[in-house]
């Protein structure tokens, strides 16, 4: 079962792939199936219950006015910031909730977009994950129309109570199956392919060449908007922390100190690149999960070293860029697809080792890849990454994706491109397999106390004074 690289790299809003596009997408689907099941009007009501982390961290990860946007029927690849802004200055004004109203069936329902009508259970965690979300939906006479639960299981993937997650799968014509990284060092061995070419052969199984390089460009072009962005604000990041944005600072005084672009910058640049993303995700801009929205600097970081860096673009066409860029994603897809097949991109679930962790490594594998990487160097770099980002907590100070997350991104960027070139200056045979070191993170993970793992009940979360 291969997961497209449109699933692990999606276009959304920040803050949090886990906590604002998942339960944007749950509340979507579940407004969808009152539309279609001839409901929608009927509905007089509604009654929202958060669990686990998505309620312990929901308020400063921006989880309920997403939650309000899905049912509104939003979807979370089109919407645009300005355009949720717009719905959040309206709910602040007194408006009520427009039930389904991108789905031409608008019912006005009241509902406190300041959490009164949305019930937390930070310390209930339902069976299936910590990520829990309960929608109901009633009549004028209060009787139950519909009564859904979902689980926001990492990357903007939600799974329906009673359903496999959302995702799509490539496995009905999939030429090259894998679920290990063993398995696909076999396929590349067996086909004479890399593993982007295999990566690529898998998503053509479901939709023509043309069309998936248009995407894979799309999700590009929107990392690079996302960095641009950020270098066109100013002042404090919202949430009340007052963190100061530092992104525009530091790309003024680069373009000043390296002017000749020397490779002895390289750091300095890729650290802007994080640091700039992660900060238009935390302002709640439109981000790229890759493969979360909390580490989703590290893959645009580490590509702007790849494009600008590696002798296999330095001072090359855009058009050669633009097919390195291509490759360098396609890599990163196929090894994101071990770690959620095999263990968790949750930070809810395992810790920030299974998001910044996980990027990190599919990063190193995408640029040890643009290198001109084996197949088993490529696999060598991902395993590099992951090694040193092990026992990494998520303890966002206030609930937010800012305080460690912007600057974990930048120090996580940088291992990976260190774990690129050790593993280029190796055969690729290592001691310690990628295999190995994804089933360490997930045990790791399972024994990691929960509040680590996105509750701000530990960490950082509780030794910083937030004010």
């Known amino acids: 079962m291969y997961l497209s690289i449109f699933d692990l790299f999606s276009v959304g809003l920040g803050p949090s792939s886990s906590h604002t596009v998942g339960p944007l997408r749950a509340g979507a689907d579940f407004v969808r199936r009152l539309h279609d099941g001839g409901r929608l009007a009927s509905v007089g009501g509604l009654r929202v219950d958060v669990y686990g982390s998505l309620a312990a961290t929901g308020h400063g990860h921006g989880t309920f006015p997403a939650i309000l946007l899905g049912l509104e029927g939003f979807r979370v690849e089109e919407i645009l910031p300005e355009q949720a802004e717009a719905r959040y200055a309206a709910w602040d004004a007194g ?170 910058f390289w750091q300095e640049w890729v650290n802007l690149v994080a640091l700039a993303v992660n900060e238009e995700n935390a302002t709640g801009g439109r981000i790229v999960t890759a493969p979360t929205n909390g580490a989703a600097g590290i893959i645009p970081a580490v590509g702007f070293y790849a494009t600008h860096y590696a002798k296999a673009c330095r001072g090359l066409g855009e058009d050669v860029k633009r097919e390195q860029v291509r490759r360098y994603l396609l890599t990163a897809a196929a090894i994101g697809n071990l770690y959620k097949k095999q263990a968790s991109i949750s930070g809810a679930e395992v810790g920030c080792q299974g998001e910044v962790g996980s990027a990190s490594s599919m990063a190193a594998a995408g640029l040890a890849e643009v290198l001109g990487g084996t197949p088993e160097q490529v696999s060598n770099a991902a395993e590099i990454a992951m090694e040193h980002n092990l026992g990494l907590t998520c303890d966002p100070i206030g609930g937010l994706v800012q305080i460690p997350c912007i600057e974990r991104n930048a120090i996580a960027s940088a291992k990976a491109v260190n774990a690129s070139r050790m593993a280029m200056m190796g055969d690729g045979d290592h001691r310690v397999s990628l295999d190995e070191v994804i089933i360490t993170m997930r045990e790791t993970g399972k024994d990691m106390l929960d509040k680590y793992k996105e509750t701000a009940r530990g960490g950082l979360a509780v030794n910083v004074v937030e004010c």
């Not at 829990?132 to 859904?148: I, T």
């Not at 962005?229 to 963190?243: D, I, Q």
Request: charged share 25%.
């Open 95 to 264: 408006a009520p909730l427009e039930l389904g109203a991108q789905l031409d069936g608008a019912v006005a329902v009241p509902l406190d977009y300041h959490v009164k009508d949305m019930i937390q259970h930070p310390l209930t965690v339902l069976p299936r994950h910590t990520n829990g979300l309960r929608l109901q939906a009633f009549d004028a006479a209060g009787e139950v129309l519909a009564d859904e639960i979902y689980f926001s299981i990492g990357g903007g993937f939600i799974e329906r109570q009673g359903e496999e997650a959302s995702v799509e799968h490539l496995e009905a014509a999939e030429p090259y199956p894998f679920d290990t990284g063993a398995e696909l060092l076999q396929r590349c061995r067996e086909s004479g392919l890399s593993i982007s070419e295999v990566a690529l052969a898998n998503e053509c199984a479901a939709r023509p060449e043309a069309e998936v390089l248009a995407g894979i460009d799309h999700l590009w072009d929107v990392m690079e908007e996302c960095k641009n962005s950020a270098l066109r604000r100013s002042g404090t990041l919202p949430g009340g922390l007052n963190v100061r944005r530092r992104a525009p600072e530091w790309h003024a005084r680069l373009l000043a100190e390296d002017t000749k672009r020397d490779f002895e």
